[in-house]
């Protein structure tokens, strides 16, 4: 078994709460010394330093066309490359209702205007503006950034929508003349949108997707022909893809483990623990350390949730987790500010307890993200494989009290 390095130990001592006292009306039965505990119940707080056997990070759980958002990244001149929104919508109806509730239709005579609302879940930065752009109705997700160079110019920009600085979680709508997709008939009335973020100095805008339900949404406006009489419809479509997309980066070290980024990142992480402290004491908290290799990275001003999940199973990057009830996840989840390389602190007791409680659960963790793929923000910490920076666990328990004097 291998040695655990127990530093900073710190014991409290209390009187036992049920202590023992003597019986005035049975002398002999009962009395103290000889049937109290010798010990004093005792809190231990111990680091240990060398509690992860192994770990292991993967990537690819959630990629950025899956994710429940999809950010966009203005860091000019910054380490951060660029980010691109692309959707493909649905096509468009050739006739439409004439009346909500009737079987009726009436064809199409012409589009007066088209509109795009995005919701926008976060943002950082001041000056920000959302630049539109026509697509080709090719685009899908296995287009790279580079392919969609020509396609964010000038020539093909529909709109820009200032955002202001008060803006916090709303939704803004860009409207779009009504030759904005001159080619629609021809692309079987489908359209393609491309969405660029815009900053005076550096800037991010999360906005919602289509699989975190607030998809952006076209609306076209039309006249329909209604028994030789022109009146006004709406039409609004859904995308059919929805995704960004950015330059590749080089991939860090392989001796760090990662959390995080766009497709996202899992790190996990298996453990071994003192028979002493797991099977035969109380633990009260254990608190899973990580060390940065270097700063959070990802769009300025952004922030990155890490979450310790359990696994069912310890396949490896495939191991299932355990669910965790979302209100539990907004409190065990810990904010890494980007740009931030302070100690990050996981609270396992949770896990812990059920590993003393059920000696066949594996005694691994993952570290997630949450929410997973939406955004660039990752962290890079220290493994096993890192002396000077490897994951340690702090625990703080009670130890078996003597019971028999002896």
Request: glycine share 8%; net charge negative.
């Amino acid at each position: 078994m291998r040695r655990f390095m127990l530093l900073g130990m710190a014991a409290v001592s209390a009187g036992l709460a049920t202590g023992c006292t003597e019986d005035l009306f049975a002398p002999g039965v009962g009395a103290c010394p000889a049937f109290c505990p010798p010990e004093q119940v005792a809190v231990v707080d111990t680091m240990l330093l060398d509690a992860v056997l192994a770990d292991s990070a993967y990537r690819g759980y959630v990629l950025p066309h899956e994710a429940g958002a999809m950010q966009l990244v203005a860091d000019p001149g910054g380490a951060l490359p660029t980010s691109r929104v692309i959707v493909r919508y649905l096509p468009f109806a050739e006739r439409l209702l004439l009346r909500a509730g009737d079987t009726t239709t009436g064809a199409v005579l012409a589009t007066d205007s088209f509109g795009i609302r995005v919701s926008v879940q976060a943002r950082g930065g001041a000056g920000l503006e959302l630049a539109f752009y026509r697509l080709p109705v090719t685009v899908d997700t296995s287009t790279a950034f580079g392919d969609l160079d020509p396609y964010f110019a000038d020539s093909t920009r529909l709109a820009i929508v200032a955002l202001p600085d008060t803006l916090t979680a709303d939704s803004v709508t860009a409207r779009f003349a009504a030759d904005a997709f001159p080619t629609l008939d021809a692309d079987g009335r489908a359209a393609a949108v491309g969405v660029e973020l815009r900053a005076v100095d550096r800037g991010f805008v999360l906005l919602g997707s289509l699989e975190g339900a607030d998809a952006p949404i076209v609306t076209r406006y039309v006249q329909l022909d209604s028994a030789g009489v022109s009146v006004p419809r709406v039409e609004g479509k859904l995308p059919a893809v929805d995704a960004f997309v950015a330059p590749d980066v080089p991939p860090p070290s392989a001796d760090l483990l990662r959390v995080g980024g766009a497709p996202s990142a899992r790190s996990l992480l298996r453990f071994t623990l003192p028979p002493r402290i797991l099977d035969s004491s109380t633990v009260v908290r254990a608190t899973l350390i990580l060390v940065p290799a270097a700063p959070a990275v990802g769009a300025p001003g952004d922030t990155l949730h890490l979450l310790a999940q359990g696994v069912s199973v310890d396949v490896g990057a495939k191991s299932p987790l355990i669910p965790v009830a979302e209100d539990t996840v907004l409190v065990q989840r810990v904010a890494v500010p980007v740009g931030v390389a302070d100690t990050v602190r996981l609270d396992i007791t949770t896990l812990v307890l059920a590993w003393a409680a059920d000696s066949t659960r594996p005694r691994s963790i993952m570290v997630r993200a949450v929410p997973e793929g939406g955004a660039f923000a990752e962290g890079l910490f220290g493994s096993s494989a890192s002396p000077a920076s490897r994951p340690a666990v702090q625990i703080t328990f009670v130890p078996p009290l003597n019971l028999g004097g002896r």
